[in-house]
Structures are given as structure tokens and as C-alpha cells.
């Protein structure tokens, strides 16, 4: 079981904004910046948010980032059919002293 | 090109070990923390193990389900980083990625090695 918790699924159709949740605790999301990851099918997971709402140079504003408690979200507007994959969230815990991740949302573009 | 490239990975037997390998390159090595990832067939991403720059203490930490047989090693000169895991288990089997854990999160990632743990 995952430290971070994610929905396993989400969908949307083609321009429509999709948001993905994750849930942690006041050790982990609570008290440190919270990353986000795509990966496409087959392929390695991508850097996509950085320190809870910071867009790496190459990727869309399309994507954004927010964190508020213990909880983050990935919200993706104008979606379109190259968005499907698995996203992950990520942060570091306290307690654990080490990184966690959420189990991955699996985006599926209707 | 920034550009993390792992080798090593196979089939190994139960209670078997391995070692992987992460050659860097288009950054400076020697400052980099350096972490692993593994993700398991169909499942989420786990990560095991990071160590830091040398200059910054050359720390190493280890999550739980590895600590005692995994030794996560470097070697600046050849900006290569080590994967060592002994006594593996089934539940090993996965595909390791080697990322750069710089301080902004794990902003690049190798593109895997699949390590498969079966008789």
C-alpha cells in the first residue's frame, strides 16, 4: 500500500479539465513540497511539477499544481489524447525519512 | 543532453543478487544526489534508496523493504552510481530507475532497468 494515496482512475474527454487528487498526512504532504510525475505507456516517469506548483521549462500551463493541508491536486485544462497516462504524486516524509509516492492515476482520454 | 543511462538489470534467482549501474551525463556528477526508483509490473512507483553529493557528507538512506541488503554506492570519477541488492526476493522483481534527487525533487530519470527475481 501506498504512503500517498490516489484515485486509481480518471478520465475526461478531449478539452475538458481534469483534476487528480492526492491525500497524505501532516509527516509527508503536511510539512514538505509535494512533485508530480507523468508517465507515459512504457515509458520512464517524466518531471512535471516541482515544489507544489512549479512547471519545469517544456511543460504546458496547461498542467498546475496545488497543495492546501495534506492534500495536493494536479488539475490538467484543455485536455487532449497525448495526456493519457499514469500520474504520480510524490513528496518527502519525516517519519519515514524518505521519498513516497502515491499508487499513480491512470488518466484515460475518452 | 542532460541524460542518465542504467545497465545491469536480468533474471536472478531467489536469494540471488545483482548489481546495477547509472552512467551520468551533461551535469556535474560529483554534485549530484543521486536516488533509486523501482516500480514493480503494474503497480506504483517505490522509491529505496539516495546518496548525497560527497562534498555535501555522501549520506546514504535506504527505505524499509531494502534496508540491510541493498548498498546504493558512487564513483565520481566515472560519474557512475551503484545499485548492489542481495538476498533478493520475488518481490523484487521491477524496473529500477536511476534519478537525480537535487533538492527540486527526482528531475531526471533514467530510462530503466527490469530486474526479474525467479527460479
Known amino acids: 500500500q501506498s504512503v500517498l494515496t490516489q484515485s486509481p482512475s480518471a478520465s475526461g474527454t478531449p478539452g475538458q479539465r481534469v483534476t487528480i487528487f492526492c491525500s497524505g498526512s501532516?509527516?509527508?504532504?503536511?510539512?514538505?513540497?509535494v512533485y508530480w510525475y507523468q508517465q507515459l505507456p512504457g515509458t520512464a516517469p517524466k518531471y512535471l511539477i516541482y515544489?507544489?506548483?512549479q512547471r519545469p521549462s517544456g511543460v504546458p500551463d496547461r498542467f498546475s499544481g496545488s497543495r492546501s493541508g495534506t492534500s495536493a491536486s494536479l488539475a490538467i485544462s484543455g485536455l487532449r489524447s497525448e495526456d493519457e497516462a499514469d500520474y504520480h504524486c510524490?513528496?518527502?516524509?519525516?517519519?519515514?525519512?524518505?521519498?513516497?509516492f502515491g499508487g499513480g492515476t491512470k488518466l484515460t482520454v475518452l | 543532453e542532460v541524460q542518465l543511462v542504467e545497465s545491469g538489470g536480468g533474471l536472478v534467482e531467489p536469494g540471488g543478487s545483482l548489481t546495477l549501474s547509472c552512467t551520468a551525463s551533461?551535469?556535474?556528477?560529483?554534485?549530484?544526489?543521486m536516488s533509486w526508483v523501482r516500480q514493480a509490473p503494474g503497480k506504483g512507483l517505490e522509491w529505496v534508496g539516495r546518496?548525497?553529493?560527497?562534498?555535501?557528507?555522501?549520506?546514504?538512506k535506504y527505505a524499509a523493504p531494502v534496508k540491510g541488503r541493498m548498498n546504493i554506492s558512487r564513483d565520481d570519477s566515472n560519474d557512475t552510481l551503484y545499485l548492489h541488492l542481495n538476498t533478493m526476493k520475488p518481490e523484487d522483481t521491477a524496473v529500477y530507475y536511476c534519478?537525480?534527487?537535487?533538492?527540486?525533487?527526482?528531475?531526471?530519470w533514467g530510462q530503466g532497468a527490469t530486474v526479474t527475481v525467479s527460479s
Open positions: 534519478t537525480r534527487d537535487d533538492g527540486w525533487g527526482m528531475d531526471v
Open positions: 551533461g551535469f556535474t556528477f560529483t554534485n549530484a544526489w
Open positions: 546518496i548525497e553529493s560527497i562534498t555535501d557528507g555522501g549520506t546514504i
Open positions: 501532516s509527516s509527508n504532504i503536511g510539512s514538505n513540497n
Open positions: 515544489r507544489n506548483n
Open positions: 510524490a513528496t518527502w516524509d519525516d517519519t519515514l525519512g524518505g521519498w513516497v
